[in-house]
């Protein structure tokens, strides 16, 4: 057995990074669901990449980075501290940082080939985990998964499922599975071809 994830397609694993080291990967992506049928609609959100937000500022000072899996409640931790903790980036858990993101509704398709709007980011190891995280990303065999860490206002839809309409983003983080199909190195519309 082994990974069957770009057969069928004419990608290899391989991502070029910039002249700075920096890979561009699928961190997400909007008004696709989630693997519980959630959606994150773009129409909420869109603001938060153009407006004063804790994202672009965090953005435009060269601050923003994601962390070595999603902050995990503590046994004993309070709801209130643990919603604390996801709001802030604990620099001991560093793997990686964002230089810059951009909303792209053209590059990025689902699993039937349609376009979605997917947000492109360009990331490169930074703190503890930076070594790791880079191998990773340069290793053709390897894939890399993302997912969002936001606060969101949730509102159920017509398909019995939650609008998650995000109110404010935090972060990308590497997780092990992908917040959505999209949020992985191997969806990478710079993906190399053979």
Known sequence: LQCTALTGSNKVGKLKPDENGYYPVVLGGFDIPNPQGNVYP?????????????????????????????????????????????????????????????????????????????????????????????GMLANPDQNVCFSIRASTEDVPNSNGKLDRNITSIITWDFVVFPGLKVAQKYKSPALESF
């Open 42 to 134: 773009f129409k909420a959100a869109k603001t938060l990449f153009t407006e004063s937000s804790i994202l672009m500022r965090n953005i435009e000072s060269g601050n923003l980075y994601g962390e070595w899996g999603h902050p995990k409640r503590q046994p004993g931790q309070t709801l209130s501290s643990y919603i604390k903790r996801c709001s802030i980036v604990d620099e001991a858990n560093i793997a990686f940082h964002i230089k810059k993101v951009e909303i792209n509704d053209t590059d990025v398709k689902d699993e039937n080939g349609n376009a979605i709007v997917s947000v492109i980011g360009w990331v490169k190891g930074a703190g503890p985990r930076a070594k790791e995280f880079d």
